[in-house]
């Protein structure tokens, strides 16, 4: 077992349950042990860097000096939000020591700056292809999988470095493609998944405004449905709650808008290997989705 | 014929944005990649490029009251692609910030009534607290029918929690952390 600190996020206590179940689950089959990171607090997410910058950067630090406390060196971070501001912010007080100084004083403990930041994608990679095949149970769903990546995995990408740690790209490379990554393509197709290419791998699904210009992220999402329904696509697999809840919730929407059909089921990429692995639906969080999943797959 | 120039220049401006986040806009050569990349750019009244490009001429009320900033989705295609490194979704955040604690008001309202709501909910439960939220924004934006029938989806599928995980350790850190961050922005 190799241990973690975990750090779910806000979304994963709540719109994105299933993400956490999954990953959990998945996590323990592959030997990854999970310590959830004590007393966390929100990493202040476009809120917070919309409206000051020295918060928008004393929110994650807080969080990483609570997995410094907790004797730990590596924190996976599966929101793709949470993620990208915690590489930011450390990016920003490796870039600014006035900034650095300011943070320490705000977050009233101390920082050593020792924690590796990782996503559950980069984490995954990291075990051979063997152990993931090894997990496999016969039938695995019939799916066509197109990958999406969403803005903040890898944008931009001298501060997420996404994929740097991942053994799946070459040695020393500069991590997986910015434009057009494929870490969770080679997962996914390593558990027996059918994978599609498409062009909307990192194409912005309209994320924060989800609430608010809600007509911008039907627009924008359905460039990504069609995209996906085009190539022939029938699932979409994420790695991000916020990418999840706008191609999840917002179909029926589309479909109003558009006068499209649009059904094409969501899954975070952990769910699909939870099903791959033998997990049922149920476990896996998979009933919790708005646009029904196939029917048919292990349930 | 009058001898004012059409352009006022305003050089503090452009060096107020330097001295807060050190982005320095005159880098820009006008090749207008973000505004092509922008996925959000077609509902902006001006693109990034042409904001950018504002805040060089120190056209500081036309940037203040623009929509553009308010739309940007922080999805940093701009900034990746900016061939002279100019970090244009900071250059956003900024143009936001220095907008909001000049008084201005925001060309798109719901967008800060939304960072208000959430950033508030974030000080008190030190979590976010999504139907605390979301009628907190209710009470800001009086849209209060909109997305309930989505809303009640959600919730029936056990997506919302209806009481806000409370501990008194984490509200206590999130308090503190925005009270001195305020007392120090304040300086």
Known sequence: MITYAYYPGCSLHSTGSEYDKSFRLVAKKIGIDLEEVPDWVCCGTSPAHSSSHLLSVALPIKNLSLVESAMRQEVAVPCAACYSRFKFALYEIDHDKKLAEDVKEIIGSSFQNKVKVLHPLEIIAQIPAQTLKEQVKEKIPELKVVCYYGCLLTRPPKVMQFGVHSELNAPNSKGDDVEYPITMDKILENVGFEMLDWSYKTDCCGATFALTETDAVLTLTEKILKNAREVGATAIAVACPLCHANLDTRQEDINAKYNTDYNIPIFYFTQLMGLAFGFNQKELGINKHLTPAMAGSSE | ?187
Not at chain 2, 35 to 53: E, F, K, N, R, V
């Open chain 2, 1 to 187: 014929m009058s001898t004012q120039s059409a352009v006022v220049p305003n050089a503090k401006f452009l060096k107020q944005m330097d001295d807060t986040i050190k982005v320095n806009v005159n880098l820009c050569f006008q090749c207008r990649k973000c505004s092509a990349g922008c996925p959000m750019s077609y509902a902006m009244d001006y693109t990034p490029a042409q904001l950018i490009h504002a805040i060089r001429l120190g056209l500081k009320d036309l940037v203040l009251n623009s929509k553009t900033m308010w739309l940007c989705s922080s999805c940093q295609t701009c900034t990746t692609r900016c061939p002279q490194e100019v970090d244009i979704a900071k250059v956003m955040d900024t143009v936001k910030i220095i907008a909001v604690s000049e008084g201005v008001k925001p060309a798109i309202s719901s967008v800060h009534s939304f960072n208000k709501a959430a950033l508030r909910n974030i000080k008190w439960f030190g979590r976010m607290y999504e139907l605390g939220l979301i009628g907190d924004l209710k009470m800001r934006t009086f849209e209060f029918f909109k997305d309930m029938g989505l809303g009640v989806k959600m919730f029936l599928k056990g997506k919302l929690k209806i009481i806000p995980s409370i501990s008194p350790g984490r509200t206590l850190t999130t308090w503190k952390i925005f009270s001195r961050v305020n007392k120090k922005e304040r300086i």
